[in-house]
């Protein structure tokens, strides 16, 4: 076993007595738990370097003081009953004491170690609106464990490194074709890069395109992950509103915003509102970008799972100015552990991409590239979209009607056409914070939408996500919810 001590053979101190004091030093340390075997004598002297004699009398003098204990035929341990006295009273030299000194960040850390940045865990509750999450109990894993299993089998190369880092060329390909048929987007493979999920994605687009104190424009409530990527970076942002259009080009074209060099909005389904953009809109955005010299970040959130409504063409398949980068990913439509997202981008941004991409993780998985390149070209990514937006149909349905019948009026239903989740306002005078923590105690996990307020929350407005939940399990928990805040009213 490799077992890592400092002996140096110069010191003072003679060698039995360092492999005392480094052996006392890491049990008092924890780094050697109560119960665990040590090495023998003859195999930690060779190790080290040193005679046996030497070892054994390091572990004489532990033995003697009640560190490690003997068992005849197994070997030398750790004592599984350290003395209280001996732990509670063992001298820790100061070199060892943590270096309580505060750590020069860099501006980009800084901006991280903000309280804002920090992730609550959720709560571990019966019934959970979180959302994002599919459903994961429809998504055919043993025919993802086959395809895995097929380039486990039939291509080693999937170990080794890729000598490109845009990503695999025939998933390059199988996304060009997919997202021409299903989003009218206009784009070749080489204008393709495979990134880590949307985040990474955005991640890139802000450390190449934004310097600090640059400008970006952002949906008013909007994606507080993408808002937290461009503050990281010192980006300013200015926050324009959407309304059942989607966002507000009026307004921006009449704001003054120094520096501007992106916009950032979620066209298909604008989260958290869920309003879609309409395509005079569309237009009027892509018509002033271009004319302003901006960038548009069209991050296609949701775009799969419309209901009843035939969808926009995507913005950049609009695009007449190379004034759009498109950014995809695959979390929500499979699962969320698959980190393959992607971008579509101008073809004179690529270069930079892939040298930017090479330096952040050189590249994603190719096992998951080749699996999911075949579950593409196969037809099973298309025939599960429109399995699971028949499901998801039928639980917007029920969330709608169980809101309906649980609140009638009070409830104002936004965005209910598309999607995985819906945002609602509740006419309550309850504050957002005691219907999260009250609904939580009676089971069910609910976020309010303030959060994704760059500026003040008109309040009361909840996200329900519905897609990993059943029917019963969405009509029980729009029933807590509703006594919840009933009873809170008095």
Same mark, same amino acid.
């Given at each position: 076993?490799?077992?890592?001590? @400092?002996?140096?053979?110069?010191?003072?101190?003679?060698?039995?007595?360092?492999?005392?004091?480094?052996?006392?030093?890491?049990?008092?340390?924890?780094?050697? %738990?109560? =119960?665990?075997?040590?090495?023998?004598?003859?195999?930690?002297?060779?190790?080290?370097?040193?005679?046996?004699?030497?070892?054994?009398?390091?572990?004489?003098?532990?033995?003697?003081?009640?560190?490690?204990?003997?068992?005849?035929?197994?070997?030398?341990?750790?004592?599984?009953?350290?003395?209280?006295?001996?732990?509670?009273?063992?001298?820790?030299?100061?070199?060892?004491?943590?270096?309580?000194?505060?750590?020069?960040?860099?501006?980009?850390?800084?901006?991280?170690?903000?309280?804002?940045?920090?992730?609550?865990?959720?709560?571990?509750?019966?019934?959970?609106?979180?959302?994002?999450?599919?459903?994961?109990?429809?998504?055919?894993?043993?025919?993802?464990?086959?395809?895995?299993?097929?380039?486990?089998?039939?291509?080693?190369?999937?170990?080794?490194?890729?000598?490109?880092?845009? !990503?695999?060329?025939?998933?390059?390909?199988?996304?060009?074709?997919?997202?021409?048929?299903?989003?009218?987007? @206009?784009?070749?493979?080489?204008?393709?890069?495979?990134? =880590?999920?949307?985040?990474?994605?955005?991640?890139?687009?802000?450390?190449?395109?934004?310097? /600090?104190?640059?400008?970006?424009?952002?949906?008013? $409530?909007?994606?507080?992950?993408?808002?937290?990527?461009?503050?990281?970076?010192?980006?300013?942002?200015?926050?324009? $509103?959407?309304?059942?259009?989607?966002?507000?080009?009026?307004?921006?074209?009449?704001?003054?915003?120094?520096?501007?060099?992106?916009?950032?909005?979620?066209?298909?389904?604008?989260?958290?509102?869920?309003?879609?953009?309409?395509?005079?809109?569309?237009?009027?955005?892509?018509?002033?970008?271009?004319?302003?010299?901006?960038?548009?970040?069209?991050?296609?959130?949701?775009?799969?799972?419309?209901?009843?409504?035939?969808?926009?063409?995507?913005?950049?398949?609009?695009?007449? !100015?190379?004034?759009?980068?498109?950014?995809?990913?695959?979390?929500?439509?499979?699962?969320?552990?698959?980190?393959? !997202?992607?971008?579509?981008?101008?073809?004179?941004?690529?270069?930079?991409?892939?040298?930017?991409?090479?330096?952040?993780?050189?590249?994603?998985?190719?096992?998951?590239?080749?699996?999911?390149?075949?579950?593409?070209?196969?037809? #099973?990514?298309? /025939?599960? %979209?429109?399995?699971?937006?028949?499901?998801? @149909?039928?639980? /917007?349905?029920?969330?709608?009607?169980?809101?309906?019948?649980?609140?009638?009026?009070?409830?104002?239903?936004? =965005?209910?056409?598309?999607?995985? #989740?819906?945002?609602?306002?509740?006419?309550?005078?309850?504050?957002?914070?005691?219907?999260?923590?009250?609904?939580?105690?009676?089971?069910?996990?609910?976020?309010?939408?303030?959060?994704?307020?760059?500026?003040?929350? $008109?309040?009361?407005?909840? %996200?329900?996500?519905?897609?990993?939940?059943?029917?019963?399990?969405?009509?029980? =928990?729009?029933?807590?919810?509703?006594?919840?805040? #009933?009873?809170?009213?008095?």
């Amino acid at each position: 076993m490799d077992f890592a001590i @400092n002996i140096d053979p110069d010191a003072p101190l003679p060698l039995h007595r360092q492999v005392y004091e480094e052996l006392r030093r890491a049990i008092l340390l924890g780094r050697l %738990i109560s =119960g665990e075997k040590l090495p023998s004598t003859r195999s930690l002297a060779q190790l080290l370097g040193v005679s046996r004699a030497t070892v054994t009398q390091g572990y004489e003098l532990l033995l003697s003081e009640g560190y490690l204990e003997t068992i005849v035929g197994s070997g030398t341990f750790v004592c599984r009953q350290l003395p209280d006295e001996l732990l509670n009273t063992a001298p820790i030299e100061s070199k060892l004491q943590p270096n309580n000194s505060p750590v020069p960040l860099s501006a980009y850390g800084k901006s991280l170690s903000d309280k804002a940045f920090l992730c609550i865990p959720e709560q571990a509750v019966e019934i959970s609106f979180s959302y994002g999450r599919p459903a994961f109990d429809k998504f055919p894993i043993d025919l993802w464990r086959k395809l895995i299993s097929r380039h486990c089998q039939l291509k080693p190369n999937v170990l080794d490194y890729t000598d490109n880092s845009l !990503g695999y060329q025939p998933l390059r390909e199988a996304i060009a074709a997919y997202l021409s048929r299903s989003r009218a987007v @206009n784009c070749q493979a080489e204008q393709i890069i495979i990134v =880590g999920g949307s985040q990474q994605g955005l991640d890139l687009i802000t450390r190449i395109l934004i310097d /600090r104190g640059d400008g970006i424009v952002v949906e008013e $409530p909007g994606y507080l992950g993408a808002r937290r990527a461009f503050l990281a970076q010192g980006a300013s942002l200015f926050p324009v $509103p959407v309304d059942q259009s989607g966002l507000i080009v009026n307004k921006l074209k009449t704001s003054i915003i120094p520096n501007l060099k992106l916009v950032y909005v979620t066209p298909s389904h604008q989260f958290p509102t869920g309003a879609v953009l309409s395509l005079p809109r569309r237009l009027e955005l892509l018509a002033w970008a271009q004319k302003a010299g901006v960038m548009i970040i069209e991050d296609d959130y949701d775009s799969e799972y419309r209901y009843g409504e035939r969808p926009i063409p995507a913005l950049q398949g609009l695009d007449q !100015g190379n004034s759009v980068i498109y950014v995809g990913t695959f979390s929500k439509v499979l699962f969320p552990a698959l980190r393959l !997202g992607y971008l579509v981008l101008p073809q004179n941004l690529v270069n930079i991409f892939a040298r930017a991409k090479w330096l952040a993780d050189r590249q994603c998985s190719l096992l998951e590239q080749y699996a999911l390149t075949d579950f593409i070209t196969e037809g #099973h990514l298309e /025939r599960h %979209i429109r399995k699971m937006r028949s499901l998801y @149909n039928q639980r /917007r349905q029920t969330l709608v009607q169980s809101l309906f019948s649980h609140f009638g009026n009070r409830a104002k239903i936004l =965005g209910e056409n598309a999607g995985m #989740h819906l945002m609602v306002k509740i006419d309550t005078q309850i504050s957002d914070d005691e219907i999260v923590q009250s609904a939580a105690l009676s089971g069910v996990s609910i976020g309010a939408a303030y959060p994704q307020y760059l500026k003040d929350s $008109p309040g009361s407005e909840f %996200i329900f996500g519905y897609a990993e939940l059943n029917e019963q399990q969405i009509q029980e =928990g729009v029933r807590r919810l509703a006594r919840v805040i #009933h009873n809170s009213e008095g």
